[in-house]
């Protein structure tokens, strides 16, 4: 499993996408079966906290949520069209 991880690393570190988060660091084991990836922060926070509550802020309108899965939609086919995982 460690070296499969790895692999999928190296492939993830080569990514670059402006609505992708960025991959900032691992931790990994041999022989350990967890494993730990560390991406940047996303300056609004989470996109669950964003979708289903927020304790700083009015709840976000249906526009921004539809802005917001159009963009999830076209980094996954960012991923799935031009991504290293053919």
């Not at 993830?12 to 350990?32: D, Y």
Request: aromatic share 10%; proline share 5%.
């Amino acid at each position: 499993r460690y070296k499969d991880f790895m692999s999928e690393i190296d492939k993830i570190t080569t990514l670059q996408h402006p609505l992708l988060c960025k991959l900032i660091g691992i931790h990994a084991r041999e022989g350990s079966d967890q494993f730990m990836l560390v991406f940047e922060r996303l300056f609004h926070g989470s996109l669950d906290r964003l979708l289903y509550g927020r304790s700083d802020g009015p709840p976000i309108d249906w526009n921004t949520r539809i802005k917001i899965a159009v963009c999830a939609a076209q980094g996954l086919a960012f991923l799935h069209e031009e991504g290293p995982f053919q």
